[in-house]
């Protein structure tokens, strides 16, 4: 648990304006110095469960958190993630890519399709008209 004056210095430094104390970056930046205080008692006490169970409590709300930021505000997500040396915003980044590039080839290959049957469907009403064209000089 951060005490009061760590809390304030960590709400100083990333507020956003003068009365700022619960946006996603001031919860973040606290949520990872609770995490590093945690970590480190948990080295040297390894039969902590309530405080392993504690310290995955706050990993998850950290990483809905960032979650949120990087749907909102992908600038300041990399921003605060540099700030903080956080690794899982790194993995969040290539996952987040990694989906971009999933749903654009889904989509590519959507208009594909949709590309052939407009083909085949030109191929099968030209060949109509042909054959109309045939049954009309017989006559």
């Known amino acids: 648990m951060l005490d009061k004056n760590a809390k304030q210095k960590i709400i100083n430094k990333f507020k956003t304006h003068n009365t700022d104390t619960g946006s996603p970056q001031v919860q973040i930046a606290i949520l990872t110095e609770e995490i590093k205080q945690l970590s480190d008692h948990l080295k040297s006490h390894k039969h902590d469960h309530s405080s392993r169970r504690g310290l995955l409590k706050k990993v998850g709300e950290r990483r809905r958190l960032l979650k949120y930021l990087q749907k909102e505000d992908e600038q300041l997500f990399n921003d605060l993630a540099k700030r903080l040396k956080l690794k899982i915003a ?32 030109d191929r099968a009403e ?8 045939e049954v009309e000089e017989e006559k």
């Not at 654009?104 to 208009?111: D, L, N, S, W």
């Not at 030209?126 to 064209?133: G, T």
């Open 90 to 121: 790194k993995k969040m980044i290539e996952d987040e890519d990694e989906k971009k590039r999933l749903e654009e080839e889904i989509i590519a290959r959507e208009q594909q399709k949709a590309d052939d049957k407009q083909a085949a469907e």
């Open 126 to 133: 030209e060949r109509r008209n042909e054959k109309e064209k």
